[in-house]
């Protein structure tokens, strides 16, 4: 008797914090859990399309669309497609994204990037078909 | 005589060093894996011989300005990968202005305007003196043997 309403308490609770827990992403999931707000797949693209003081964008090197090869505007060398949609090992290892975060907010952007747009930028490459 | 010392003295380094094993492509030494991984995201990981050490103890102490890019690293892979270059690369030659492995003088005199046009350098194909492989194929490998070169159109 105790147990059950124990569990039942606990099942609660699970549902009132994790309201949005189907995106099918940690990362994505994590960020979330940080900022308790929602998320923006049309922000997280005007984010990818945003021209900083460097002149470039995301879309200088990982080019219009996430689904293709991109080309490291300085070096030339090939880079894979953002999208999961077409390589799936894409937003998979935080470590990663969060390093890349980091070098490429600070180049196309001059600046790092806030939980949220970081939240709205997976959201918009998770929406990627 | 100093200044003449001082050039033979540079010409046997180089001889030595980091021509030899620039040119040979054989027996090279193997890469730190993740020196090769997180280098080869943005360009070839290039060879410890290319620059003194005392380059690239500058060049990874500033990641966050590598050559106008923010190639910074976590501190635990930075130093792991500096002290595999440390021990893998010598004190040899003159620092390049800027730590830049193109600024040279081993590298400029073998792509002087004598054997590379100016010209060629902003073919599309090559657009920048960092993409060894658009003309060394198998610069990734170590390869730079001259006789193997490939001018792209």
Redesign the interface.
């Known amino acids: 008797m105790n147990i059950q309403l124990h569990t039942s308490r606990l099942l609660a609770g699970l549902a009132i914090a994790l309201p949005l827990a189907a995106s099918a992403n940690a990362i994505l999931d994590g960020y979330q859990a940080e900022t308790k707000g929602t998320f923006s797949a049309a922000a997280g693209e005007m984010l990818y399309r945003t021209v900083g003081p460097n002149q470039l964008s995301c879309a200088s090197c990982h080019t219009d669309s996430p689904k293709n090869v991109g080309k490291?505007a300085?070096?030339?060398?090939a880079i894979d497609p953002m999208a999961p949609s077409v390589n799936p090992k894409r937003f998979t290892d935080a470590?990663q994204v969060e390093?890349w975060f980091?070098?490429?907010c600070?180049?196309a952007l001059g600046r790092a990037c806030t939980t949220q747009e970081k939240g709205d930028f997976v959201s918009y490459m998770l929406s990627v078909k | 005589m100093t200044y003449f010392k001082s050039i033979t003295l540079s010409l046997t380094l180089l001889g030595s060093g980091t021509l030899a094993l620039a040119d040979g492509g054989g027996n090279l030494p193997a890469l730190h894996p993740k020196m090769e991984q997180e280098c080869?995201?943005?360009?070839i990981a290039f060879r410890p011989n290319f620059l003194p050490t005392s380059s690239w103890k500058q060049v990874m102490a500033s990641l966050?300005k590598h050559?106008?890019?923010?190639?910074?690293?976590?501190p635990a892979d930075q130093k792991e990968i500096t002290d595999w270059i440390i021990a893998n690369s010598k004190e040899q030659g003159e620092a390049p202005p800027e730590n830049r492995i193109t600024k040279s003088f081993w590298f400029t005199r073998k792509h002087g305007t004598n054997h590379v046009k100016p010209e060629v350098w902003q073919r599309a194909s090559?657009?920048?003196k960092?993409?060894c492989q658009?003309c060394h194929a198998d610069a990734a490998k170590g390869d730079f043997n001259e006789h193997k070169v490939r001018i792209p159109r």
């Open positions: 490291h300085k070096t030339n060398k470590a390093k980091k070098r490429n600070n180049d | 080869s995201a943005c360009h966050d050559y106008g890019t923010d190639a910074s690293l976590s090559i657009k920048s960092t993409n658009a």
